[in-house]
């Protein structure tokens, strides 16, 4: 059963899949938009990742605060949560994400990427391990 991460930001969206037994994550790509409220496009190019991988499930990066309460980023995802819900039909769990963005930043720090083209890979690193997180945990 193949999986999909995302993580959901203001002008961008990571996106990871899992292999097909849904034990590793791997960073796919990054769709980007101009502004924060277009958001037809993305839902279409994440229809159509789903479409093509034959994705099951969604994993979605849910931005908590680090005292744990909900704020705008994490309500924004929320209602993020409901359109792929919606357009897809399959199911979306929202996953803690809080620290992933740092996460990626030293894996990519430690695989040696030049700072100026860390920004291109960050959003999907965040998005795999986020994917990779749930799959641990659910084991």
Request: glycine share 4%.
């Given at each position: 059963m193949r999986l999909m991460g995302l993580d959901y930001g203001t002008k961008t969206v990571g996106v990871?899949?899992?292999?097909?037994?849904?034990?590793?994550?791997?960073?796919?790509?990054?769709?980007?938009?101009?502004?924060?409220?277009?958001?037809?496009q993305t839902l279409a190019q994440i229809e159509s990742i789903?479409?093509?991988?034959?994705?099951?499930?969604?994993?979605?990066?849910?931005?908590?605060?680090?005292?744990?309460?909900?704020?705008?980023?994490?309500?924004?995802?929320?209602?993020f949560k409901a359109h792929i819900e919606r357009r897809t039909g399959l199911s979306v769990e929202l996953w803690d994400e809080r620290l992933s963005t740092m996460q990626s930043e030293k894996v990519l720090i430690e695989a040696g990427i030049r700072r100026e083209n860390r920004k291109e890979h960050i959003d999907r690193m965040a998005a795999a391990?986020?994917?990779?997180?749930?799959?641990?945990?659910k084991g």
């Open positions: 990871a899949i899992s292999d097909e037994l849904g034990i590793t994550a791997q960073p796919l790509l990054t769709i980007t938009r101009k502004s924060e409220n277009k958001l037809r789903i479409e093509s991988y034959k994705v099951h499930f969604v994993v979605l990066g849910f931005p908590k605060n680090m005292n744990d309460t909900i704020g705008p980023r994490a309500k924004a995802t929320e209602e391990l986020i994917l990779q997180s749930y799959m641990d945990a």
